[in-house]
Nanobody
Framework: VQLQAFGGGLVQAGGSLRLSCAASGSIFSTNRMGWYRQAPGKQRELVAD???????NYADSVKGRFTISRDNAKNTVYLQMNSLKPYDTAVYYC???????????????WGQGTQVTVSS
């Protein structure tokens, strides 16, 4: 599976950005896709993910500000980020899992990462 991410950039606090990530290759219909981020000196953390049935999961820090969605026909996941804050600054990575069930998931595939910088 290959993941290609688009979007990111520099924005002022309070602004918006939209990330997208297209998956190609051997795509499982039961996949789960999402976004993680990693700020300098910090561990990579989940931002949001979404199942093939559109069940979503968000980090508490982005609830109400970010929205994840997907287009199954295009194997693409989107992350609409509104009301951005300086602490949202990080490299954002697209993530793909072939399946998740009963709390277990298959190994991760990662995109190349895209920088999001929010200035104060």
């Amino acid at each position: 599976v290959q993941l290609q991410a688009f979007g990111g950039g520099l924005v002022q606090a309070g602004g918006s950005l939209r990330l997208s990530c297209a998956a190609s290759g051997s795509i499982f219909s039961t996949n789960r896709m999402g976004w993680y981020r990693q700020a300098p000196g910090k561990q990579r953390e989940l931002v949001a993910d979404i199942s093939s049935g559109s069940n979503t999961n968000y980090a508490d820090s982005v609830k109400g500000r970010f929205t994840i969605s997907r287009d199954n026909a295009k194997n693409t996941v989107y992350l609409q980020m509104n009301s951005l804050k300086p602490y949202d600054t990080a490299v954002y990575y697209c993530n793909y899992k072939k399946w998740c069930a009963n709390g277990w998931c298959s190994p991760d595939y990662w995109g190349q990462g895209t920088q999001v910088t929010v200035s104060s």
